[in-house]
């Protein structure tokens, strides 16, 4: 039996210590390939390259950088770079450094290759771990887990369009928790500064955020020191509110 193919990219860039600590976990349970971009792209969001050439180049076996976005990695990857190969059995993007909790994974490349990938029918999840300021980022435990859900999607299926998005606490995880996606309450965050000459700039996202309290979230989960696992589905549309508007007085 052939073994499976694996996918895996990140948006911290080919070099990410999440991402080779990723591969190392999954290499017992298929066959690795790596496609990440070359440079950090994070925040990128599902940013798909289409004004400007795309290049990839092959760094090892199996390994290959892109000059693009991680919705572009997964992309190329699945339709150029394994093109002749076993379709993957699953998509991972990760391990992420930094968490992407609630509304931030609108903006996560991380999340957003997932996305990508479970946009082709493929199984995909998004991992993320926890940092503290001044102290070193272990991805043991998101690595662990990481191999643990992989092996379970692979033997029982992914939902039909549904991705995961996976949250690892800092220091061990006391269990594991099902969660919604949590809401955080922005203040802001843009900081005005100017350069020698005057000129102002500003830098986005400068105060920290606050989150609803929510015992179900993913937020709660982490904060409680329990690694959170949230379905997510390509969906978007909000079915409680379709009768709401179809009563507004719209008119062409």
């Not at 999440?18 to 971009?37: C, D, F, H, I, R």
């Amino acid at each position: 039996m052939q073994p499976v193919s694996i996918l895996i990219t990140n948006d911290d860039g080919y070099g990410a210590d999440g991402l080779k600590a990723l591969e190392a976990s999954l290499g017992p349970v298929g066959t690795v390939w790596v496609v990440a971009p070359d440079r950090e792209q994070s925040g990128q969001g599902h940013a798909l390259t289409l004004n400007h050439p795309l290049r990839f180049h092959k760094r090892g076996p199996r390994h290959f950088v892109v000059q693009g976005t991680p919705t572009d990695c997964v992309y190329l990857g699945v339709h150029t770079i394994l093109k002749g190969e076993a379709r993957p059995g699953i998509v991972v993007s990760g391990i992420n450094r930094g968490y992407n909790l609630g509304d931030d994974i609108t903006y996560s490349g991380t999340v957003s290759a997932a996305f990508e990938a479970t946009l082709m029918s493929l199984p995909a999840f998004a991992i993320s771990q926890e940092t503290g300021e001044g102290t070193p980022v272990d991805f043991e435990a998101a690595a662990r887990f990481a191999r643990t859900l992989v092996e379970q999607v692979l033997a029982r299926g992914m939902p039909p369009d549904t991705l995961l998005n996976v949250n690892v606490p800092r220091g061990r995880p006391r269990g594991v928790r099902v969660t919604h996606q949590g809401k955080r309450l922005y203040p802001g965050g843009v900081i005005e500064r100017f350069d020698p000459k005057g000129r102002s700039y500003y830098w986005i996202g400068g105060q920290s955020a606050e989150w609803e309290d929510d015992p179900k979230s993913d937020f709660a989960a982490l904060e409680d020191g329990f690694v959170s696992v949230t379905p997510l589905h390509l969906d978007l549309t909000n079915h409680k509110v379709m009768d709401q508007v179809r009563g507004w007085n719209l008119e062409i």
